[in-house]
Nanobody, 124 residues
Framework: QVQLVESGGGLVQAGGSLRLSCAAS????????MAWFRQAPGKEREFVAT????????LYSGSVKGRFTISRDNAKNTVYLHMNSLKPEDTGVYYC?????????????????WGQGTQVTVSS
């Protein structure tokens, strides 16, 4: 079992930056692929970014590529999402997720463990 706890959300003006953190329990953190998803009111949960266990390779959705950076610190059992040049359309609840599978990592269905989410609100 893996327990995930997100932090770092808040209210920021358009063009600003935030850093989200996700602290994971367990001694096998480095073996999991980690991801961030987000969900805006009235919309489905959407993929944001993932970082896989091998060589920390990353994958981003087109809407955040070049603005967001996902990283991980295996010594601290933590994954981060650095968000720059934020836009109002980035507003939503951001969820951290973990999986020990290796395929389909842009799909929410690939992830077995989820955090409770942290709210990000970007004002125009």
């Amino acid at each position: 079992q893996v327990q995930l706890v997100e932090s770092g959300g808040g209210l920021v003006q358009a063009g600003g930056s935030l850093r989200l953190s996700c602290a994971a329990s367990g001694r096998t953190f480095s073996t999991y692929a980690m991801a961030w998803f987000r969900q805006a009111p009235g919309k489905e949960r959407e993929f944001v970014a993932t970082i896989i266990r091998s060589f920390s390779s990353t994958l981003y959705s087109g809407s955040v590529k070049g603005r967001f950076t996902i990283s991980r610190d295996n010594a601290k059992n933590t994954v981060y999402l650095h968000m720059n040049s934020l836009k109002p359309e980035d507003t939503g609840v951001y969820y951290c997720a973990a999986t020990n599978t290796s395929g389909g990592l842009a799909a929410a269905s690939a992830y077995s463990f989820w955090g409770q989410g942290t709210q990000v609100t970007v004002s125009s």
